[in-house]
């Protein structure tokens, strides 16, 4: 987990990917200031990394609230 800062940015991207079966979203953020990329199989994926990486919470905790939704 990265220190507490004041600010952060990442640059997002949002794709859509289909599979014999099924179409979902895929996501990938890049870290605008140090270019370090992270891609996610679904948006809930991304959602939990954020709310893990900068709510201060818990990840369990960030994680049950995710699958409450």
């Known amino acids: 987990m990265q220190p507490n800062p004041s600010y ?7 794709r859509r990917a289909q599979s014999a ?3 979902r979203w895929v996501a990938s953020v ?4 140090t270019g370090e ?3 996610f199989p679904s948006a809930e994926a ?9 709510d201060q919470r818990p990840a ?4 049950a609230e995710m699958a409450a939704t």
């Open 46 to 54: 991304l959602v939990r990394f954020l709310l893990a990486e900068y």
């Open 30 to 33: 890049q870290n605008t200031a």
């Open 60 to 63: 369990d905790i960030c994680e």
């Open 8 to 14: 952060v940015s990442y640059l997002l991207r949002l």
């Open 21 to 23: 079966t099924a179409t």
């Open 37 to 39: 990329m992270l891609s």
